[in-house]
């Protein structure tokens, strides 16, 4: 197998494309201000290389491969532009949380797709698109849909490298692929450079809202799909599933070794990463007294989703209303599925759960607490508390991090 360089010709290429990119920036400035000022704030980088086949993107960066960019008509590169803008204001990159990759690539995809279409963009014949029902929903949500349903066979229109992705690929540390054996060849291109940075989505948080501004000054108001976004950024806001996320990876502790992938899930089509000699020690307690029946389902989905990506855990489901109904043990031998018996409804009183949890020879590394906030103030406890209130819930926890799951 042959590793090389760019050859002069495609270097050519990429100045050719490098033209275009700014013009079609230009454009976008004008057409989608939105769209065109936070591309101001991004690198855009033509890349021959054979880890990039069409476009990607790390939120700082556009990376595209200028032979498709250059294939496609003035209006599909343009379409292309927003494409990789809206993964970054997305974040999707942060989202997968243990999804099949894949099938959560597509299901980004058509979430973005399905609303540049609205706009008006002009689409290439192999931009993916949500099936008929799917329009409008999240990335999140178009997923779980598409696990229902045969395999289509799309394909993302392009790269989706995420944080935490192995360094791998290059010359320097892949010279047993470059040593002349084999037939083919693989383009490295030295102008490829995926980094997301530390704080990825801080960085694209300071984007949206400074393209945010400039927006506002050209046109005087943003339109509206954009501006829920926005207020969200500015206010701090992060989706609930990112909170969850976050809260989880923090509580699980900063040090982290990978294995390789999972056996348990490769079956499955799950390549998960698993960890070495450590196991997370969760508790889901859930609030019983009737009025979180409707927006459970759709949380402890994205916990199961969440706990499985670790490899090692232990969880357990505590069921509560005035006193305490139920006790369940998951891991990742007995894996939790996000399906939880519903027993109770009566009165809400917090203090059970803490009280049972004191009399464990071991304390949890989390608790999430999902409830709709009308209780009992119990006693802080030595280990972190999430408190995830739904929907029409009332926020009133004076300790632990405390979000509404269902905020918009």
Known sequence: MECRSPNPQEEKLKIKASESLEADRVRLLIDQPFVGAFLIRQNLIPVVDSRCETAATDGQNIFVNPVFYLGLSPAERRFLLAHEVWH?????????????????????????????????????????????????????????ELL????????????????????????????????????????????????????????????????????????????????????????????????LAQFVTSCFGGSRRWLPPNRRYISGGLYLQSRRDMQLKAVLAVDTSGSTGNDLPVFAGELSNLLNSFGQYELKVICCDSDIQSVQTFSDVSPFDGKINFPGGGGTSFSPVFEYLEKEAEAPNLLIYFTDGYGDTPKKPPYPVLWGITRNGKNFIPWGMETNFFSE
């Open 88 to 144: 970054s204001v997305y974040l999707h990159f942060l989202r997968r949380n243990g999804r099949d990759r894949e099938l959560f690539n597509i299901a980004t995809d058509m979430e973005i797709n399905f609303m540049l279409k609205h706009e008006r963009f002009k689409l290439p014949d192999s931009a993916l698109l949500p099936p008929a029902g799917l329009e409008g929903l999240n990335a999140e949500e178009i997923y779980e």
């Open 148 to 243: 229902k349903l045969p395999a289509s066979g799309g394909r993302p229109l392009d790269s989706h490298p995420e944080p935490g992705d192995p360094k791998e690929g290059t010359p320097e540390n892949n010279d047993s692929d470059c040593d002349g054996n084999g037939s083919g060849e693989i383009i490295f291109d030295p102008d490829y450079k995926v980094d997301f940075g530390s704080h990825p989505e801080e960085q694209v948080r300071e984007k949206v809202i400074e393209a945010a501004v400039q927006c506002e000054k050209m046109r005087g108001t943003l339109p509206g799909n954009i501006a829920q976004i926005v207020e969200n950024f500015r206010s701090g806001k992060l989706h609930w599933k990112e909170i």
